[in-house]
């Protein structure tokens, strides 16, 4: 059984930092891209960043230059760095991945349970 499981959320004052880390973990044969998405009450959930297993990122116009998504292949393990936070980002964060379980399964995302990230003076 695959479990995402995301830590390092809190609270951090604006103009802070803070780094996310999701770990993937149980049966896994080969993860694909990975991702970040967040969520705030009565909104839709929406993309932070991506990264692909060969390393292309694809980040959220609201994010570029202030978060920068990476990955240990041999952990599989994902990061989000994120500096210069301001209160709009504010929202529990998911982390999301793409694996397979076995060579003969075709893959499906995967998501963690979430961290709250509260930006606040």
């Known amino acids: 059984q695959v479990q995402l499981v995301e830590s390092g959320g809190g609270l951090v004052q604006p103009g802070g930092s803070l780094r996310l880390s999701c770990v993937a973990s149980?049966?896994?044969?080969?993860?694909?891209?990975m991702g970040w998405y967040r969520q705030v009450p009565g909104k839709q959930r929406e993309l932070v960043a991506t990264i692909t297993a060969g390393g292309s990122t694809n980040y959220a116009d609201s994010v570029k230059g202030r978060f920068t998504i990476s990955r240990d292949n041999p952990k599989n393990t994902t990061y989000l760095q994120m500096n210069r936070l301001k209160p709009e980002d504010t929202a529990v964060y998911y982390c999301?991945?793409?694996?397979?379980?076995?060579?003969?399964?075709?893959?499906?995302?995967?998501w963690g349970k979430g961290t709250l990230v509260t930006v606040s003076s």
């Open positions: 149980g049966s896994i044969f080969s993860i694909n891209a």
């Open positions: 999301k991945s793409f694996l397979s379980e076995s060579s003969n399964s075709d893959g499906m995302d995967y």
